[in-house]
């Protein structure tokens, strides 16, 4: 039973160019409590692997953190596989507008401590009461709204190159230094104001939105 990758970079790399197979480009995400992921992820492994799925996946006891790419042909199987999955039933796939043949050249899963570092060890956090999660039309209308506090959950350097107007951007490296900084400068408005946020992808400001909404903001939104 194989339960890892055996091919080189180099010996994927050919057999994709050999194949002549469109290949999709696609990411996910899921927050939900997983009792043994090491079970879970060899399970992953051995289905995935024969729909030849190729890419990086992090799997912890808080959910799944995926970005892959496998054979358009194997896509229905794939999303039936995905569909068998409770919690990830209706889990909403991101697929790249271009795709790059080689975009992975190993099927990697790996068991982590958590999908997104957060430096945490707050035992009764739950990760999966997360916030209000609003479209573009609604947060857009919530930007607009004198109540509302914006704060960017990206990392300084990604929030240098474009933010929203008057938004609060933490000076900060990584993910879990930002949590204790905005807890501490917004704690006045826990009752009073919408705690509207933002990221790359969603993964960072849902956990955040759990996370607040944990330390007692009453209006947690995410997008």
């Known amino acids: 039973m ?6 080189s970079a180099l010996e994927r790399s050919t057999i994709l160019e050999e194949s002549g197979s469109e290949r999709l480009t696609l990411s996910f995400y899921k927050y939900a409590y997983i009792g043994n992921p090491q079970l879970f992820r060899d399970h992953l492994f051995l ?4 729909l030849e799925v190729l890419g990086r996946i992090y799997v912890a006891h808080e959910g799944i953190n995926a970005q892959l790419s496998l054979p358009a042909i194997y896509f229905k199987e794939f999303k039936e596989h995905l569909e068998s999955i409770s919690f990830l039933k209706d889990v909403k796939l991101n697929i790249a507008i ?8 190993k099927l990697t899963i790996k068991v982590r401590d958590k999908i997104v570092a957060d430096g945490l060890e707050d035992k009764e956090f739950d990760v999966t009461k997360k916030g209000i999660h609003v479209n ?13 506090i914006c ?7 990604e929030s240098e190159i474009g933010h929203f107007q008057n938004a609060i951007t933490p000076d900060v490296d990584t993910f879990r230094e930002s949590l204790p900084i905005i807890e501490k400068d917004l704690s006045k408005h826990k009752e009073d104001k919408n705690l509207l ?14 996370y607040f909404r944990h330390k007692g903001f009453k209006k947690s939104i995410s997008t």
């Open 197 to 210: 946020m933002y990221c790359t992808g969603g993964i960072r400001c849902e956990k955040a939105s759990a």
């Open 98 to 105: 271009k795709q790059n043949l080689k975009s992975f050249l």
């Open 2 to 7: 194989q339960l890892y990758n055996k091919l």
């Open 136 to 148: 573009a039309v609604k947060f857009n209308k919530l930007l607009k709204d004198e109540n509302t």
């Open 151 to 157: 704060v960017d959950m990206r990392n300084h350097y």
């Open 47 to 50: 289905s995935w692997d024969s």
